[in-house]
């Protein structure tokens, strides 16, 4: 696909997490925007799934381990066909499918209910494990092919979550080379910079030393994104983790970099000022 | 082949069971956090070791490794202890088991005080009590080798979440073999009809015995085997303290959560008599033997006579 095209999405994905959370008046934006463009190239252009046939057998698998980007994945999905993009106006209401967090039960598509953080990211190995486990070999060895990849999303702040390390160190441990792993490296979590509220710093060494191939990327550049997913198929017998530069808030111009818009909802007045950011975004494409 | 009366651990009729269930389930995958010799989980890897995988000492990651492995057709069963598998896991069971309704199954060995001398650290006395709190798992507490077998049968029949409860102990068998078994049945053991003392796991034995006992002083008790803490077989229990119009509960458990409450909270509701709960009250393990234990903590048949004479005097 185009990157033009991707950026064309993503931008309508980002309208789509403001829609959905100002419809709600509740959620998160600011982790939302940032992951907009790394879940839009792997929905619209990666990954191996079908929105008419959500749990065909063989699909690529995502975890959206961040769950309360919930957001984010909803809009791309929407966009992507799985469901209406009217119904993100559901977001977070009484009787939605649009569940506050991901609710794999609620929606077909969800590959994996999350929420809370640091368990979506062992999911998404027990998947990439499954997925090798169908590929043995007639003296139950791993081989080298996996029956599908696994993608999950992690945030930056999430690593500060000791079950991460979990599930990194059997990761590497496993050689779940059909795992890639995405942080959404914004920078900020609720309570401020993460390196003040209790640094994760340095990430890549970090799942380098848990036995992962590491790349690091600037998380809104799809060529980047896109040649680091690539990579990741290429390295064997161990899983990647790509570690992606973003800015919380990404496109709407009072949200960037503001800690204060991880967990609120804009108001009529900031709504239309945000659309009409993210209209011009659109234009300029 | 086990006799009436032979102690075996409930750990190793699980062990047993897992060989027999490999052969005929191969999406079957056995979970263990370094403890696969102590919960004989790892007794599957003599017949089929590529269905085992050992997670590590990483209780809260094996427990989601399970989640996703069952989103994608496998059968997993997760091996720890009880204080581990309920206690310390127990938040990723209830959100990425619980809440998106898997077909997981916890089975936890080493619960209660009768793992002994490990101590309070180890002996877990609220794992029902927690599990029962999950919307839609269902909960059992087999009480020897045949029921444990039987159990865990069941459990990888059926779809869903599901907590078995085994223990470290031999306790005597007390079913035949090819007993009949279904996920929600209680049994009555034995008819009686001044007192019914509803058991579970290990204390159905002592229920039992404590049964001779009462029967020699002239008192008649009705013994019924709660395997299944949930969904409970109140029609069963309703039935019979319909008869009785006293109950006595008997679990290796806090007095609190386990069977003695959902018992309370079904007479509460339906046929309110006053009942007695045996279980240990408001206080953690220590070291000891398993008799020793059973024993102190008024668990042990004699210890359960007494109470169930007091409780009708």
Redesign the interface.
């Known amino acids: 696909m185009e990157n033009k095209e991707l950026k064309k999405i993503a931008n309508d994905v980002r309208k789509g997490i403001v829609t959905a959370v100002h419809a709600g008046a509740s959620g998160h934006p600011g982790g939302s925007l940032s992951a907009a463009d790394i879940a839009t190239y792997l929905y619209f252009e990666e990954m191996n799934i079908d929105p008419k046939d959500p749990k065909k057998e063989d699909r690529d698998r995502f975890v959206m381990s961040k769950g309360h980007a919930s957001p984010c994945l909803y809009s791309v999905m929407a966009h992507r066909g799985y469901f209406p993009v009217e119904e993100l106006t559901t977001f977070r209401k009484f009787g939605s499918r649009l569940q506050g967090h991901p609710c794999m039960q609620e929606l077909p598509g969800i590959d994996m209910s999350t929420g809370s953080l640091g368990q979506g990211v062992s999911a998404a190995c027990g998947m990439a494990l499954a997925g090798k486990l169908k590929c043995r070999d007639e003296n139950h060895q791993f081989t080298e092919n996996a029956a599908f990849r696994v993608y999950t999303i992690l945030g930056d702040g999430e690593l500060e979550e000791g079950q991460v390390w979990e599930a990194a160190m059997f990761a590497g441990a496993k050689h779940l080379d059909n795992l890639t792993l995405f942080v959404d490296n914004n920078g900020l979590q609720i309570d401020g910079k993460i390196e003040d509220v209790n640094s994760p710093y340095p990430i890549p060494e970090k799942f380098a030393a848990f036995g992962f191939h590491v790349i690091e990327i600037d998380g809104h550049d799809f060529d980047q994104i896109r040649a680091a997913v690539q990579e990741a198929k290429t390295v064997k017998g161990m899983p990647t983790a790509i570690i992606a530069k973003t800015t919380k808030g990404k496109g709407v111009s009072f949200m960037e970099n503001q800690a204060g818009w991880h967990g609120e909802a804009p108001n009529d007045e900031q709504y239309a000022v945000a659309m009409a950011d993210l209209e011009k975004i659109g234009e300029e494409i | 082949m086990a006799e009436l009366g032979k102690k075996i651990a409930t750990r190793q009729s699980y062990g047993e069971v897992l060989q027999e269930l490999s052969e005929k389930y191969d999406n079957l995958?056995v979970l263990d956090a370094d403890l696969a010799g102590s919960t004989k989980s790892g007794m599957i890897k003599k017949v089929h070791?590529?269905m085992h995988?050992d997670?590590?000492i990483?209780e809260?990651?094996m427990?989601?490794?399970?989640?996703?492995?069952?989103?994608?057709?496998?059968i997993?069963v997760i091996s720890t202890f009880a204080m581990f598998g309920a206690g310390r896991s127990y938040?990723?069971v209830r959100?990425?088991i619980g809440?998106?309704?898997l077909n997981v199954k916890i089975c936890c060995t080493h619960a209660g005080i009768t793992v002994g001398q490990d101590g309070a650290s180890h002996q877990c006395l609220e794992d029902l009590a927690l599990m029962r709190e999950i919307p839609g798992m269902v909960v059992m507490n087999p009480a020897d080798d045949s029921e444990a077998k039987a159990a865990i049968r069941a459990a990888v029949a059926y779809e869903g979440p599901v907590y078995i409860r085994l223990g470290r102990a031999a306790v005597p068998v007390v079913f035949p073999e090819d007993m009949d078994f279904e996920i929600g049945k209680g049994v009555v053991l034995r008819e009686g009809t001044d007192v019914t003392i509803a058991a579970t796991g290990v204390c159905v034995d002592s229920a039992l015995k404590a049964a001779d006992k009462l029967a020699e002083e002239g008192i008649s008790a009705e013994v019924i085997n709660i395997c299944t803490i949930k969904p409970l077989d109140t029609q069963l229990l309703l039935k019979s303290v319909g008869k009785t119009r006293k109950i006595v509960t008997v679990e290796e458990h806090f007095v609190t959560g386990g069977l003695g409450s959902a018992v309370a909270e079904c007479l509460a509701e339906n046929d309110p008599v006053k009942m007695l709960r045996i279980g240990v009250k408001d206080t953690f393990g220590q070291s000891g033997t398993a008799d020793e234990l059973m024993k102190f903590y008024g668990l042990d048949a004699d210890s359960v006579a007494a109470s169930v004479k007091a409780y009708l005097a």
């Open positions: 995958i070791p590529e995988i997670c590590g990483a809260a990651n427990t989601v490794i399970a989640a996703g492995l069952s989103t994608c057709g496998m997993p938040e990723q959100n990425s809440y998106p309704h």
